[in-house]
């Protein structure tokens, strides 16, 4: 009898030290949403949701291939012209996932660029073909979308047989294409359908700004007019932060957040002329572009801190594009922050 009422307490206490299994929503509270698989963290973490780029806030990087320089004019150098420093291996792991590439031909190979205008002053920054490389090695293994905004051709277009063939030969069936009419506007499409979780490589999105017409052939191609991302916002010409910060915040007032188009604020301090002459004296200048870019994006988290506290910033309204001028993972932790608010 001593023996059974022993082994009685012992089921009791087992019974009682099993631990409660964890329901569906605090499963996917667990999910790391971390910079380099952003996305798809995301879509897991909160998978009862139907989640569109209308959305999310997204960190993009503005002329993001020139983390080197090359070819320069006279002139011209890192001080104005350098608009980033992480290869772009780098900024897809940091979080990045637009970006603002400006392609050309120059010595019978594609670079990006940061000039003045086509043949005018400026800079090249690295060779596309390294760039898509990179991109597609990460998508490889990285189930994300990222979008590559293309403008700005010079000695070339978007046409242009090589440089399709380019593209074609790196990304293949990664490049994302519509094959199907919807009738929903892309910022609202669900994010899984396009990134399925079950897939473990990612897309790239092609957008040609306005040299490529809204068709059907054309979106079928994977090539995209940048009506597909109707944007409130944008840049600015701001040549201080001080000026940078009244004029993106007007911006953002005026924002009306309908999901028809999404919210950009260009985070980037564009330097006038007097700032870039000033570099070719002096390539260390307190007006770099590198040293506003890295004043400006220090300020960035207090500032959303107040667009939160006043509500501007809240569940329903969020800015959903980002654009940095040396941009790195910090500049995605903000925007890590604010798809909490907007998913929770």
Excluded at 126 to 134: A, H, R, S, V, Y
Aim: aromatic share 10%.
């Amino acid at each position: 009898m001593h023996t059974r009422f022993t082994f009685f307490l012992i089921v009791l206490f087992l019974i009682s030290c099993k631990k409660e299994s964890p329901s569906p929503a605090r499963t996917r509270a667990e999910v790391s949403v971390t910079p380099e698989n952003w996305m798809r963290s995301t879509l897991l973490k909160y998978s009862g949701q139907d989640i569109a780029l209308a959305d999310l806030a997204v960190p993009g990087s503005h002329d993001a291939g020139l983390y080197v320089t090359n070819l320069c004019s006279f002139g011209a150098n890192s001080c104005n012209t350098q608009t980033q420093y992480l290869p772009m291996k780098q900024q897809l792991e940091a979080g990045i996932r637009i970006f603002d590439l400006r392609p050309c031909l120059a010595n019978g190979k594609y670079f990006t660029q940061h000039v003045t205008d086509c043949g005018g002053l400026g800079c090249k920054g690295d060779l596309l073909t390294n760039i898509f490389t990179q991109t597609n090695d990460f998508l490889n293994n990285h189930g994300e979308l990222v979008i590559y905004h293309l403008t700005h051709f010079c000695g070339m277009n978007y046409n242009d047989s090589a440089f399709m063939n380019l593209l074609t030969r790196t990304f293949g069936d990664k490049i994302y294409k519509e094959t199907s009419v919807s009738s929903i506007p892309f910022i609202q499409q669900p994010l899984r359908n396009i990134i399925p979780t079950s897939v473990n490589t990612g897309k790239v999105m092609l957008i040609f700004d306005d040299d490529v017409s809204n068709t059907a052939t054309n979106r079928a191609n994977g090539l995209f007019a940048g009506s597909i991302l109707p944007i409130q916002g944008g840049w600015t010409n701001s040549h201080s932060f001080a000026d940078l910060k009244v004029r993106q915040l007007a911006n953002y007032a005026d924002f009306v957040n309908d999901r028809n188009s999404l919210f950009q604020f260009s985070w980037q301090v564009t330097q006038d002329e007097t700032q870039a002459i000033t570099c070719f004296f002096s390539p260390t200048s307190q007006t770099s572009i590198e040293n506003m870019a890295i004043y400006a994006n220090k300020q960035l988290p207090a500032i959303l801190d107040t667009l939160i506290m006043n509500n501007d910033i809240t569940k329903g309204r969020i800015p959903n594009i980002i654009y940095f001028d040396f941009a790195d993972e910090a500049g995605t932790q903000q925007c890590l922050r604010l798809n909490s608010i907007n998913l929770e």
